[in-house]
């Protein structure tokens, strides 16, 4: 009796322990990236539980302003992210008029780790008959800045990458996949990266005090994606999936391989 109390209370313990930080306080950490001058950051919004996705290791969670995958392990496990995709041409959702964003990032940390992010991509805006894009970089808590010199439009094939060099050095890469010419930015920050987590993300971002009107993107496939650790690389296999949600709307879908993230537009 003693004995068998004993063993379900050290099972209890062993679950609790294994277990992960919990969905809610890792989607509740989850930071975004800041434009400087006009895009404004802060922790994520958990809108609903996490479903366990059948056998799966995969969760999906429901975000306002977040959609992907995110791969989450122990400090000091990734130290560069990357993919390529197609860039998209941005339209207003149907009914809609006005300027429309979104974007379209790798990164390491922000969900897990909340005291910094590295990440670059491309921003897409539709506003009217009008489609612009902005490739960026940033280091959280700094603002995200404009590369220049790296024209981008709808269909280029581009490659976005980060790596950390160490906890508070690394560099944001972006590659025309046509040309291969790149452009690359060394950043170094005072707040450490943890190393561990690494996504693959379309994001509603905030500017000003709300949410930038969600583009219909199409969709993004983040090809060759992978996460680099001191054991090699890893593909998104296993992440966790988060879809963007609005108003009661599901925005997005998401799937992944072990070599790919699709980011739908529904
Ligand atoms: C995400 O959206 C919520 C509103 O639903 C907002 O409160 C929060 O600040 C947003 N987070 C980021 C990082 O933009
Ligand atoms: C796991 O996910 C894959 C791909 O989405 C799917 O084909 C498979 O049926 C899922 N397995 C379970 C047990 O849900
Ligand atoms: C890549 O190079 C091709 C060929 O010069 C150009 O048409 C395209 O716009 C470039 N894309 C980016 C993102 O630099």
Same mark, same amino acid.
């Given at each position: 009796m003693l004995a068998s109390a004993l063993v379900s209370i050290a099972l209890l313990a062993t679950t609790a322990f294994a277990a992960p930080p919990s969905r809610s306080a890792r989607m509740e950490s989850r930071l975004a990236r800041r434009r400087e001058g006009a895009h404004l950051s802060r922790p994520n919004q958990r809108l609903e539980s996490s479903s366990l996705n059948g056998g799966n290791v995969s969760h999906v969670d429901y975000s306002s302003n977040w959609s992907g995958a995110v791969l989450s392990s122990g400090a000091g496990t990734y130290k560069a992210v990357t993919a390529s995709f197609v860039v998209p041409t941005p339209k207003a959702p149907s009914g809609g008029s006005g300027t429309y964003s979104a974007s379209a990032w790798v990164g390491i940390d922000g969900d897990s780790c909340e005291? /910094? =992010?590295?990440?670059t991509g491309v921003d897409f805006t539709? &506003? +009217? +008959?009008?489609?612009? #894009?902005?490739?960026? #970089? *940033?280091? #959280?808590? &700094? #603002?995200?800045y404009d590369f220049s010199g790296i024209?981008?439009?709808? +269909?280029?094939? =581009?490659?976005v990458t980060v790596t950390a060099s160490?906890?508070?050095?690394?560099? /944001?890469? =972006? *590659?025309?996949?046509?040309?291969g010419k790149t452009v690359t930015k060394s950043l170094t920050s005072s707040s450490a990266l943890c190393e561990q987590d690494a996504e693959w993300i379309v994001e509603d971002y905030e500017e000003g005090s709300s949410l930038v009107p969600f583009a219909n993107f199409g969709s993004v496939t983040f090809s060759g994606a992978s996460a680099t650790t001191s054991s090699g690389s890893v593909g998104p296999? +296993?992440? &966790?999936?988060i879809d963007l949600r609005q108003s009661g709307t599901v925005l997005t879908s998401v799937s992944t391989t072990s070599s790919s993230v699709t980011v739908s537009y529904v």
């Open positions: 005291t /910094a =992010i590295l990440q539709v &506003d +009217g +008959g009008s489609v612009s #894009y902005d490739a960026w #970089y *940033e280091w #959280y808590p &700094d #603002y995200a024209p981008i439009k709808a +269909g280029d094939t =581009i490659t160490s906890t508070k050095a690394g560099k /944001a890469v =972006i *590659e025309n996949v046509t040309t296999s +296993g992440s &966790d999936i």
